[in-house]
C-alpha cells in the first residue's frame, strides 16, 4: 500500500483515493467516512473530468461509477488502464454476472454493486490496495530515465556510475521518484525523509534538494529530475 503524509497535524495518510460519481449524494457519504479511515479523498462528477484529474493527481484507487454523463465508467476504465496501473473499483447498480465480467476485462480490480455498505467498501479497498502493495514489493527497482534507484540495497545509479547519497538525500529521492508529477510541499518532504522532530525546518529540505540535485542532475541550474513548483515545493518531472 502506498503511504505518504499530510500536511495536517502529520496525520499519515494510507493512499489517495479518486470517487467518480454524478450522484452528489453518493459523494457526500463517501468521501467523510474515507477521510476519516485516513485516506486522503478527491472527486470527479464526469469521466472527462476523472480522467484529467487522475492524471494530475496520480490517485492510488479510482471508485469509478457506471453510469457517468458524456463517457461511460467502461470508457474511463479502459482510458486509465491503458495509460496507468491505477487500482480501480467499479461501483454500479448493474448487478448481473455479464455485467460484473465485462468491467474485470476492461480492467477493473473488483466490482461491488449499489447499494452497498460503508465497511463493505472499506474492506473491498484495503483488500485492492494490499495486492497493488504486493505487486509493488516485487519492484524494488524504479527506473526513472537514466537513474536506477535500488530500494533495498540503498544503492543509486545515473548512467553506469553510481551516485553515493546521504540517508536524507537517498529517502527524499525515493518519495519524490515513487510518484513523478506529484507535487510535494516542503512539510510532507521533511516528514518523509526526516520525520516530525524537524517540522520546524521546513527550509532544510532546499538545502538536501540543493546537494540532491547535484548528484544526479546533468544541469543543476536547469534540472530535469527535482523541478521546482514555485510557491508549493517539488516533484519529480514526469516527462523523462
Not at 15 to 34: G, M, N, T
Not at 187 to 200: E, H, V, W
Request: net charge neutral; hydrophobic share 40%.
Amino acid at each position: 500500500m502506498v503511504r505518504r503524509t499530510c500536511g495536517k497535524a502529520g496525520k499519515t495518510i494510507e493512499a489517495v483515493i479518486l470517487i467518480v460519481d454524478d450522484e452528489p449524494k453518493v459523494i457526500e457519504v463517501i468521501q467523510p467516512f474515507l477521510e476519516k479511515e485516513g485516506f486522503t479523498v478527491l472527486s470527479a462528477a464526469t469521466g472527462r473530468e476523472a480522467l484529467a484529474m487522475a492524471q494530475a493527481h496520480r490517485p492510488d484507487l479510482v471508485l469509478l461509477d457506471w453510469m457517468l454523463p458524456e463517457m461511460s465508467g467502461l470508457d474511463v476504465c479502459r482510458e486509465l488502464r491503458q495509460k496507468t496501473n491505477v487500482a480501480i473499483i467499479m461501483l454500479t447498480a448493474k448487478s448481473d454476472e455479464f455485467d460484473r465480467v465485462i468491467g474485470l476485462e476492461m480492467g477493473a480490480d473488483d466490482y461491488i454493486t449499489k447499494p452497498f455498505g460503508l465497511r463493505e467498501l472499506l474492506a473491498r479497498i484495503k483488500s485492492v490496495l494490499r495486492r497493488v502493495q504486493k505487486q509493488g514489493e516485487q519492484r524494488d527497482v524504479m527506473r526513472r530515465g537514466d537513474l536506477v534507484i535500488d530500494e533495498e540495497k540503498f544503492r543509486v545509479w545515473r548512467g553506469d556510475e553510481e551516485v553515493v547519497l546521504t540517508p536524507a538525500e537517498f529517502q527524499l529521492l525515493v518519495t519524490l521518484a515513487r510518484r513523478p508529477g506529484v507535487v510535494y510541499s516542503r512539510l510532507q518532504l521533511l516528514q518523509a525523509t526526516m520525520g516530525d522532530a524537524y517540522l520546524n525546518y521546513e527550509r532544510t529540505i532546499d538545502s538536501h534538494i540543493s546537494h540532491l540535485r547535484k548528484k544526479i542532475e546533468s544541469d543543476p541550474s536547469n534540472p530535469k529530475y527535482i523541478q521546482t513548483v514555485h510557491g508549493v515545493g517539488y516533484r519529480f518531472g514526469d516527462q523523462l
